[in-house]
């Protein structure tokens, strides 16, 4: 559960989120046993690893306020902040911690990284199709443009403006 990522949204949006996960039908499934391997015990000591999210949360924080609603770069800051899981806290992207190692790392999406040169439409546009301007095909399982493309041209324009005002980074600086 991405709870670092959820902690961000306001408490109107969190309701939001709360309420349609309420409205779908219940699902019969009986989930496998949680395991911790071998490799994760290892990095749990050595790495100093976090086992869950909700341990790095500042529960006594005041909770967050959402921004206006528009193509600005705050509200871009806002709607991004589930992109951080992969392509880190600064966008520049690399490994992804705990991550299979056949995930490709993620890509850098500050202006010194692959979106260099984009516009607005071909940004919009490669969230759309899964089809980047250079023809590459975007793979859903790593980068889920199908779920992302469903937003609202304003939502990407405000993405897009946010990822724009990011100081170029080399990869992987996360």
Not at 62 to 85: D, F, H, K, M, W
Not at 88 to 103: H, K
Not at 155 to 173: D, M, T
Request: charged fraction near 15%; hydrophobic fraction near 40%; proline fraction near 11%.
């Amino acid at each position: 559960m991405p709870a670092g990522e959820f902690y961000y949204l306001s408490d109107t949006d969190l309701g939001a989120v709360i309420a349609y996960v309420k409205s779908l039908p219940p699902v019969d499934n009986e989930l496998p046993a949680n395991k911790i391997g071998p490799l994760f015990r290892v990095a749990m000591v050595f790495m100093d690893v976090v086992t869950l999210p909700a341990e790095v949360i500042d529960h006594t924080a005041p909770r967050p306020i959402a921004p206006e609603v528009g193509a600005t770069a705050e509200y871009g800051q806002y709607l991004a902040i589930s992109c951080t899981g992969c392509h880190g806290s600064g966008f520049s992207g690399g490994p992804i911690p705990l991550a299979p190692p056949e995930f490709p790392p993620a890509l850098n999406l500050t202006p010194g990284g692959e979106l260099q040169g984009w516009t607005e439409e071909m940004f919009i546009n490669t969230l759309r199709t899964g089809v980047t301007p250079s023809g590459h095909q975007l793979n859903n399982l790593y980068m889920p443009w199908q779920y992302i493309g469903q937003m609202t041209d304003e939502e990407l324009k405000a993405v897009f403006l946010f990822l724009r005002s990011l100081p170029a980074q080399e990869q992987g600086n996360r």
